[in-house]
């Protein structure tokens, strides 16, 4: 795998507008987040290339910290659509309308995550973004790592690129958790990397998409890309298990 390095960079975005995330709303974010993002971070892109130019990709990869949805659309050339927690856009006030505003402009779609329904939502939504032609990111461990190690992946992963045949770019997020540790606020200098991986295809198993061990086969090959691209220790066991032990 051959990954060129290149600086953060600010190009516009190639994916249409949706009403949930204006165009230019995106573009003015990434246009003063990219240079934010530079200084603060010193973030460094690795294999954007692998990133097809033009219809639907799923973006999958690990999930350290708060601020890995932040990094995540900016680096991308691409518009990123992404499925998050209803409270990010339903606070009170300045704060809560500042807040709904900046979320949905770098492409938050917020659901609510109320069990079953709200994964079968999120589902459905990512389906939708699919379908459209658009790039969408999930974070298959369903939950941010506790310990910065890489855990077991939840198959809706699967069940999207069978569905829609999208392919699957797997990639990394290094650096975050180090720079904002669990239960800490604003973000500390340092530096922040962000590697994508040649993208997956699982046309061989088209139309299988209810089957558990086809399902599991292909989370599991997603996240060993992950786990190659990030150098973390992989835990064969579900995020929350681990939070709630």
């Not at 204006?22 to 290339?49: M, Q, W």
């Amino acid at each position: 795998m051959v990954l060129r390095r290149r600086d953060l960079v600010g190009r516009p975005t190639t994916a249409p507008p949706t009403p949930e995330d204006p165009l230019s709303r995106f573009t003015l974010i990434k246009a003063v987040l990219g240079p934010v993002l530079r200084l603060v971070f010193r973030a460094r892109v690795e294999g954007a290339e692998n990133i097809p130019a033009s219809g639907p990709v799923i973006l999958a990869g690990n999930h350290l910290t708060f601020i890995d949805s932040v990094v995540l659309p900016v680096v991308c050339d691409r518009q990123v659509f992404f499925i998050g927690k209803d409270e990010y856009v339903t606070g009170k006030g300045l704060k809560g309308r500042l807040m709904a505003w900046f979320f949905t402009g770098v492409g938050m779609i917020p659901v609510a995550r109320d069990g079953g329904r709200g994964g079968v939502a999120a589902l459905m939504t990512g389906r939708r973004v699919l379908e459209q032609g658009n790039v969408f990111g999930i974070y298959p461990e369903g939950t941010r790592s506790p310990d910065g190690r890489l855990y077991r992946g939840r198959t809706g992963i699967a069940r999207l690129t069978l569905m829609t045949g999208a392919p699957v770019v797997p990639f990394a997020i290094i650096g975050t958790d180090k720079l904002q540790p669990s239960g800490s606020g604003m973000p500390r200098f340092g530096k922040v990397t962000v590697r994508f991986g040649e993208p997956l295809e699982f046309s061989r198993y088209e139309g299988m998409d209810r089957d558990r061990y086809v399902l599991r086969a292909v989370t599991d090959s997603v996240m060993t890309e992950v786990m190659e691209l990030s150098g973390q220790e992989y835990v064969d066991m579900y995020a929350t298990k681990a939070k709630a032990a």
